[in-house]
């Protein structure tokens, strides 16, 4: 009894493949033969949806987030590869202009440093995101770029095998990046990012950011100190200012020290202004390049920082609180957006537009302005939305 949905979401998985993605595919100039060897194997992976539901920089903490992502074993062991492959950092540096440690703490937090690169089936994760998944467009993208790899470069469908997104090797690449960034760096004619050798892998991620405009000698951010009486309206990555603006504001690094003038950046408060406040500048917006969670670039940032000998952070964080879900968050952004703060879509993510408009209730509420949507606000937001239904 229990096989009869499972045979028929099985049976509607393969009608897709056969009745619209194959068009659409054949459209992209894919050949007939290649489809059909590249989907011959392709199964639905139903854990994979469960497994993109529950991303951990979108589902945890913060806090907890970076204790996994830039924990001390993590930066211990990214000293070591650095030390290992020392010559190599300085040639991949020399020819791309970015700094080893960034190189190695992407790495690192992606595979821990080439151990883990995933063995699900790439194009059975891929189809499945495609069919049913969140962004289901984006991954069909990647789906017909992987199918590229094996039309042009001769790679056999059963050996791209990753992580449950689709992505694959030592730095997690999707597909369409391996097309644009990887790089024979190792000069034997295949691009091999996937290999037990990890030269052209690190080339690549070493490329990828030099192609997004990775400034050397900048850094991605740093931690920074807030005056008593500081205005948090002035927080968020849509606020922008020069560094060197920070000093009239009585704004100091969090050891004291005035902070460079690095040029503009933005102050970002990832648990509000209970928690850790940094100083975001042009790096960092590069690494959301490689992965948009804001959670995500504060931990290559701050891995980075401790692989080459830096402290954790010295600010503290909220770990009271209880963490709020995507279901939480997406409940915010349609109150907010009810009360006539757009919000500009509902997806559960705490984006730049989300905390705008989080920022803009919290002016009109006279309330802290730091944008951080927490179980009180969002408790409020709810007695406000039925308080208008009884008006109504």
Known sequence: MNTVPHDKENSAFRDWITQELKPRALERQVRKRVF????AGIEFLPDVLDRQANQKEFSLAIWDY?????????????????????DLFNRIEKAFGVEPEIVTAIWGLETGYGVVRGEVPTLSALATLAWR???????????????????????????????????????????SSVIDFAVDFDRDGIPDICGDDPTDALASIANYLQKHAWKKGQPWGLELRLPDGFDYALTGLDQIMPSRDLARMGVVAADGEPVPDYGPGSILLPAGARGVALFVLRNFHVITSYNKSEAYAIAIGHLSHRIVGGRPFHGTWPQQDRVLTRDDIGEAQYLLTRAGFDTLGIDGLRGPNTLRAARNWQ???????????NEEMLAQLRRKERGQGADA
Do not use: K
């Open 36 to 39: 059909d060897q590249a989907t």
């Open 133 to 175: 998944g969140a962004r289901a467009r984006y991954f069909e993208e990647e789906l017909i770029a992987a199918f590229r790899l094996i039309q042009t470069r001769g790679c056999a469908p059963v050996a791209l095998r990753g992580s449950w997104a689709g992505a694959i090797g030592h730095g997690q690449f999707m597909p």
């Open 66 to 86: 970076l204790e996994i992502a830039a924990s001390d074993e993590r930066a211990r062991n990214g000293r070591q590869m650095l030390r290992r492959h020392r």
């Open 363 to 373: 002016i009109a509420q006279r309330r802290l302005p730091d944008g951080y949507i």
